[in-house]
């Protein structure tokens, strides 16, 4: 499955990012929001993700809802895949960017396939 990773698209001063990864059918967007200030030590205290089709219109989830936050392990396991993402070493190219990219996008799929059912 091809798919596109855009990170960090925020606006200056907010405590809010948002990641989107585009598939072929679908997208997903990802907000992550912080407490702190953002130029030093922010930390990341929620994560929400939605689905999209490519014409930009909401997916439901099996419940109904359009939104799932990320919580306990699942949320402990994001912000480890989310540091690797914004880490030196990422973004100098020190390490392979690929297997990043694959597992943060992997991680991601497999919480589409617990909260959505996707023809």
């Known amino acids: 499955m091809n798919y596109t990773l855009d990170l960090n698209t925020e606006k200056s001063g907010s405590n809010l990012i948002f990641n989107t990864?585009?598939?072929?059918?679908?997208k997903v967007n990802i907000i992550e929001r912080y407490?702190?200030?953002m130029n030093f030590n922010p930390k990341l205290c929620e994560v929400i993700?939605?689905?999209r089709t490519l014409d930009n219109?909401?997916?439901?989830?099996?419940?109904?809802?359009?939104?799932?936050?990320?919580?306990?392990e699942k949320f402990e396991t994001y912000q480890e895949l989310s540091k690797v993402l914004s880490s030196y070493?990422?973004?100098?190219?020190l390490?392979?960017?690929k297997e990043a990219d694959q597992n943060y996008v992997h991680f991601m799929?497999?919480?589409?396939?617990?909260?959505?059912?996707l023809n």
């Open 21 to 26: 990864i585009t598939f072929d059918s679908f």
């Open 49 to 51: 993700f939605k689905v």
């Open 35 to 37: 407490t702190g200030k």
């Open 57 to 72: 219109e909401l997916i439901q989830r099996r419940d109904g809802n359009l939104r799932v936050k990320i919580k306990d």
């Open 109 to 117: 799929l497999s919480m589409l396939i617990q909260h959505y059912e």
């Open 95 to 97: 390490l392979n960017r």
């Open 89 to 93: 070493n990422y973004k100098n190219k």
